[in-house]
C-alpha cells in the first residue's frame, strides 16, 4: 500500500508540474503570430488617444484638448492684466483675465452635466477598437475624461474582443497611473470576470489620488516652503534655482514671503476665479474627481456645489452621481478590491517607485513620492519616511518579522503595505518616465509570477541607473547638509560666473 501511495503522489507531482510548465510557456497563435504568454491587455495613464476635432481630416489624436498656442498667448499677458488690477485697485481684472484664459485653453475638454457628452461640440471621440501592438499586447484606448465606472464596462467589452482575437480565456492586465483606476472600478464592478484574468499588474497608481487636487477643488492651496527648494534641484533640475531658494529657506525669508505674502495675495486675487474654472473645466470631468482623496472629497462637493450636492434633480446630477459612487464604491475600498481579487485567485502585483519630491503645491508636500503620487497611497499602506529623511534610527519593521521588508537606505517600511510580497519599488525614477530596466521588471512579474525574495536580479528595492537599467539599492539614504553660508557663498560664485558668462557672450557677438 505505501508502495501505491508513494506511486500515486509522485504521478500526480509530475502532472502538476508538466501542467504548470505548459501554462507557463505554452504557445498562443494570434494570426500568424506564435507568443510564449497569454495575452496582456494595458490600461495607459491619462491622456486621451480617441479624441479629435472634428474639423480634423486627418483624425489627429487629442492626447488632451488644450489649445496651446492660447496658452502661450494668454501667459504672455499676465503681466499686464496684474499691473492693470493692481493700479486700479480691481480684482475682477485679474479674475475676468484668469477666467477667461482658462475657458480658452481648456474648454475643449469639459463635459456636460451629465459627466460624458462634450461641451465643445467640436470634439468627436471615436469608438474603441481593438489595437494590437504584437507580441500579444493590447491597448485598451478610452476617453480619459470619462467616469472609469464606464470606462470599466468598455474595458469588459474590450477584453472580449482581446479573448476573440487572441482565442485564449485567460488574459493578463496591465493598469499604469491613472489606467489603475479603471482597473479597480473593473475589478469591483465585474467580479465575474475574475476568472479570465490569469494575474494583475498595478504600476505606479493613481487610484488614491493627489493631495493637490483635493485641497485645490475644496477651495485652498498650501505651498510647502521645505519642498519647493527640493523640487526645484530634483523635481525641475534646475541647481541654480535650487541653490537660490535653498538660501532664502535657510534664512527664513521663504517661508514669511509664502506664508504672509504670496499664499494670501494668490488666495485673495486668484482663488475665486480658480474655483469658478474648476467649477465649469476641470470639476465637469469625472477622471478629476478620481484624483480627490477621501479626506478632501466632500469638502469639495460643498465648496463646488453647495451643501445639497447630492440631490437628484440638479443640472449636473449625473456627474456627482458618477464621481460620487467612485468615491465611495472604488476609491474608499480599494485595499478590499485588491483583496476579494486576489482570493479569487489572481496573482496581484504592485510596483511603486519613489524617492523624487512631491509637487510643492500640497500641505502634504513632503511626503516620499515618484514625483506626483505618494508612497503609501500607491502601496495601499507602506510606511516611508518623508523625501529627504530616513526612518528613525530605532524603528523596527512593522509586520511579518520573518521577512527583512525595510529598504537598504532605510525609506521605507514595506510589511505595512497591502500585499508586501508582491510589491516592487524603483527608486529615482519619476512618475511618467520608464527606462528598458523597469519595462523588464514589468515582464519578470508577469512571466515568472516570483515574490520578491525569488532571486537576486529584481529584488524588491532597485534604483534607475546611468545606463537605463535597473540595479539594487544597497546603500543607506545619506544627504550631505549644507549651511545658510555655504549655501551663500555658493550663490555668490555662481551669480559672478553668470556675469562672466554673460559678458563673454557680449564680447562674442
Known sequence: MKHIKKILCLTLTLIMVFSSASVAVGAITIGNEEIDHLPQVYISGFGSRILHYKDDPEKTSLFFPVNFDLMMNNLSRFDKYAADSLKNLDPDIIYNYLYNAFKDT???????????????????????????????????????????????????DYIGLVQEHSGSEKIELIGASYGTTILMAFLNDYPEMHKYIDSVLISVPSYGGFSVVGEIFSGDFFINHDTLTEYAYVGINNEDLGLFLSVLNKSGFLKIFLECMLIPTLKAVALEAAMDVIRDIFGTIPAMWTFVQEEYFYDAMVNLYGENYADPGRENAGL??????????VMQRLDEIYLATQAN?????????????????????SFMSDGAVDVKDVTLGATASRYGETLPEDYTQ???????????????????????LHTWYVKGLEHTIKNDGFNELIDYILYEDPTV???????????????????PVTEPEIREETSLFTDYIKLIIRIFELIIETIKGLFAK
Open 453 to 471: 525574495f525569488s532571486g537576486d536580479r529584481f529584488p524588491q528595492y532597485t534604483q534607475a541607473t546611468e545606463d537605463g537599467g535597473l540595479a
Open 106 to 156: 481648456f474648454g475643449a475638454a469639459a463635459l456636460k452635466g451629465d459627466g460624458i457628452t462634450n461641451a465643445d461640440e467640436n470634439v468627436v471621440c471615436e469608438p474603441t477598437v481593438l489595437d494590437y501592438d504584437g507580441d500579444g499586447v493590447y491597448n485598451f484606448n478610452y476617453d480619459s475624461r470619462l467616469s472609469p465606472i464606464d470606462l470599466a464596462a468598455d474595458l469588459k
Open 398 to 420: 512593522a509586520r511579518y518579522p520573518e521577512y527583512d521588508f525595510i529598504s537598504p537606505d532605510k525609506c521605507i517600511d514595506a510589511s505595512t503595505g497591502i500585499d508586501p
Open 345 to 365: 485567485g489572481v496573482k496581484m502585483n504592485i510596483i511603486c517607485k519613489y524617492g523624487r519630491p512631491p509637487m510643492p503645491i500640497s500641505e502634504k508636500g
Open 320 to 329: 456627482i452621481s458618477k464621481v460620487t459612487y467612485y468615491q465611495e464604491q
